[in-house]
Structures are given as structure tokens and as C-alpha cells.
């Protein structure tokens, strides 16, 4: 069974850093592109972040360029999210996600980990 | 960056009734490229449809997608009590860039 478990969302003023991971299980971690999505409040879905299998290849929305790195440790089956600079805007809740080999769809989600960037 | 934009933004039905929900794109999307996806109170997304038109393991055929160019449907063929909830589309474009609309939510009339 495909599990994804993110951790690490806590509360955090505005100007700090946060770091998230998300532990994968029941597939073959580095066979695949991994991604984090984000949704705020009452809000609707964003992609965020995706890494190539290898971690070789990286893109960003432009709303996080800059600010945030993605990263991921094939070894530990675990993918990350390196926060920096955090903005208010930048409160929601963060998946992440396994990309459907090819499609560009998301097959599976964790069940979200919560930042709240609040002085 | 393509816009997708749902509609309607609330759809009001029965169940057993039929749903027919709409995404229109801003540019021409490649079918392989579009997905809808499920999402209940509480819960992460749900894929539903990947490609346009292809189900994902375990969804009921009463889901269907269909649609290409700049406009796709989502049709639930008779809603379930547990179908209602709200329905995103998805679109993957060129230049490394993800796509969500704005969602429809499917509630009880």
C-alpha cells in the first residue's frame, strides 16, 4: 500500500524558516517525480514543487521561487521541503504528492502537514 | 501560464441525478495532460481521471472525463451520497508548469 506521511508543519513568523518532509512507502521511491501542493484555508489547490526521480532536475511557481527548496534522499525514501523567508501567503496546508509515471497527474497524496506563518 | 477555469462553482443535485462539470482552459491543453481529482471535508485529493478520459484504479464507472483543446467535462453518470464534495481539474503544460481550477462543489439539493 502506497503511504506518504508529511511532517514538520508547525507555526512560524513572518521572515522564518521552516523545513518539511514527507516519508514514502509501498513503491519504488526513486522510480519517481515528486511534487508538493498547497492549500490554503477555505481555498483551492496550487502546485508548489516538483524533483525529478534523481533529484537532478528541480522547478518551483514563481509564488515560492527564491524562498523555497526542494529536495529529496533516495537512500531514506523521504522527499523535503526547505521554507525560507516565509510570507503569511505562504500559510496552508502542504501535500506532497507521487506524480502517475508520464502524465503529469498525482495518483497518490499524504494526508497534508499544516504551516501557519503568524507573528 | 494556463488558467483553468471551473464551472459551475456550485452545482445543486440530487442523488441519483446526473452531473456535468465544466473546466475550460485559457490555451489548448494536451489531453494527456489533464486530470480531476475528488476532494472531501478534511481529506486529501482523490484522483479521479487522468489523460481526459482515463479512470484511475479503483474509481467507479459512474466517473467519466471527456474533452480536449480547451474544454473538458467531468460527468458523474448518478450521484452517490458519497460523491458530493468538491471536484478540481488539473493540467500539466509545457515548461514545467502546474495548473489547478478554482473547484466545483457537488452538494445536496
Known amino acids: 500500500e502506497v503511504q506518504l506521511v508529511e511532517s514538520g508543519g508547525v507555526v512560524v513568523q513572518p521572515g522564518g524558516s521552516l523545513r518539511l518532509s514527507c516519508a514514502a512507502s509501498?513503491?519504488?521511491?526513486?522510480?519517481?517525480?515528486m511534487h508538493w501542493v498547497r492549500q490554503a484555508p477555505g481555498k483551492g489547490l496550487e502546485w508548489v514543487s516538483l524533483?525529478?526521480?534523481?533529484?537532478?532536475?528541480?522547478y518551483y511557481a514563481d509564488s515560492v521561487k527564491g524562498r523555497f527548496t526542494i529536495s529529496r534522499d533516495n537512500s531514506k525514501n523521504s522527499l523535503y521541503l526547505q521554507m525560507n523567508s516565509l510570507r503569511t501567503e505562504d500559510t496552508a496546508l502542504y501535500y506532497c504528492?507521487?506524480?502517475?509515471?508520464?502524465?503529469?497527474?498525482?495518483?497518490?497524496w499524504g494526508q497534508g502537514t499544516l504551516v501557519t506563518v503568524s507573528s | 501560464e494556463i488558467v483553468l477555469t471551473q464551472s459551475p462553482g456550485t452545482l445543486s443535485l440530487s442523488p441519483g441525478e446526473r452531473a456535468t462539470l465544466s473546466c475550460r482552459a485559457s490555451?489548448?491543453?494536451?489531453?494527456?495532460?489533464l486530470a480531476w481529482y475528488q476532494q472531501k471535508p478534511g481529506q486529501a485529493p482523490r484522483l479521479l481521471i487522468y489523460?481526459?478520459?482515463s479512470r484511475a484504479t479503483g474509481i467507479p464507472d459512474r466517473f467519466s472525463g471527456s474533452g480536449s483543446g480547451t474544454d473538458f467535462t467531468l460527468t458523474i453518470s448518478r450521484l452517490e451520497p458519497e460523491d458530493f464534495a468538491v471536484y478540481y481539474c488539473?493540467?500539466?503544460?509545457?515548461?514545467?508548469?502546474?495548473?489547478f481550477g478554482q473547484g466545483t462543489k457537488v452538494e445536496i439539493k
Open positions: 504528492a507521487k506524480e502517475n509515471y508520464g502524465d503529469g497527474s498525482f495518483d497518490y
Open positions: 509501498g513503491f519504488t521511491f526513486d522510480d519517481y517525480t
Open positions: 524533483i525529478s526521480w534523481d533529484g537532478g532536475s528541480t
Open positions: 490555451q489548448s491543453v494536451s489531453s494527456s495532460y
Open positions: 489523460g481526459a478520459s
Open positions: 488539473q493540467q500539466y503544460g509545457s515548461s514545467f508548469s502546474w495548473t
